[in-house]
Structure formats: C-alpha cells, structure tokens
C-alpha cells in the first residue's frame, strides 16, 4: 500500500536514490542515451542546486525518494527547473506527486521572488508537456531563454512559468 507521500530538502542521505531513480525513468523508460557523468550535477546536488535561488527536493513515501525537483538560480531573479521526475506508479492524479513538487517549487520561488522559472526537456515527455501546459507554463523558442539558462543536448522544448 502506497502512503502519503512528504517532501523534503535534498540531503547527501538520498543520493543514491535520487541518482537511481532518474537513470531508471531517462534510460529505461524514455531510453534516453544520458549516463551519470553526463550529469556531474547528480553527483553534487548541494553545491550545484542549494544556494540562491536555487534548491532541490525529494518526495518520499516512507523514506523511499519516489520523485524530484529541482531549481537552479540562473541570476536576475531567474531559475531553470530541473531534475523532476516521478517514479512510475506515483504518476498520475490518484497520488498527485508530481504536481504536489511541480507547486512545492514554486511556492518556494514565489517567496525568494522569483519572476520566472524556465524549462527545457525532450520531445519524448509528451505527457510532461502536457502537464506542464496545464500548470501554467507557456512554450517559447530556444531563443527566448534568458542568459545563463542551462541547456542540455536533449533538450529540444522549452517552457516559461511567470510568477505573478
């Protein structure tokens, strides 16, 4: 049986499984050709997310990381979502997990006023544009993202949240 589920700060105690997790659903389940090394920021969550603007989070269902999120602080009152992703039998309304991070993060920016938060993902996470479509973010063009905003080579869709 599922339990409810809590969010919590990133801590080093979940590494491993937050690492697990997000090579699990880009490689098996998007077949996705990404590794870890490809993603030197798995292996240093706290320095590369946890300062500014920026923090990581995990969503727990007793003590198991079944989802994450994360924001980095890409300067001028700007943050870049990264890293959510929801272990497959958390998906979907029932649970609403990835909701429940999607407005954890932003709730957390609109405190640190935040004006934007911004995203690039794959063509392959059609179900994630929908949802983020129906949270409020806008498509826009690769050259519609702010300076220092990280893109990554399987990035080839982009969103923008407006915080009002």
């Given amino acids: 049986m599922i339990n409810s589920i809590l969010l919590k700060e990133y801590a080093t105690v ?3 499984q937050v690492v697990d997790l997000i090579l699990h659903i880009q490689q098996n389940e998007y077949n ?4 870890k090394e490809d993603q030197p920021d798995l292996l240093d969550i706290e320095n590369f997310y946890q300062h500014g603007n920026g ?8 003590d198991e990381v079944v989802g994450t999120v994360a924001l980095l602080d890409i300067g001028n009152h700007k ?20 909701n429940q991070l999607l407005q954890y993060a932003i709730e957390w920016a609109k405190e640190r006023s935040v004006e934007g938060i ?3 993902t794959t063509p392959q996470f059609v179900a994630a544009h929908r949802f983020y479509e129906k949270n409020g973010f806008v498509s826009i063009a690769l050259d519609e993202l702010p ?12 969103y923008k949240y407006t915080i009002q």
């Fill in 118 to 120: 911004y995203l690039g």
């Fill in 147 to 158: 300076i220092g905003f990280p893109v990554m080579k399987v990035d080839k869709k982009f």
């Fill in 32 to 35: 996705i050709a990404i590794t």
């Fill in 55 to 62: 923090n990581f989070w995990v969503a727990l269902s007793e």
């Fill in 79 to 98: 943050t870049a979502l990264r890293k959510m992703f929801v272990k497959q039998n958390y998906r979907g309304k029932a649970l609403n997990v990835s």
């Fill in 14 to 16: 979940y590494q491993a």
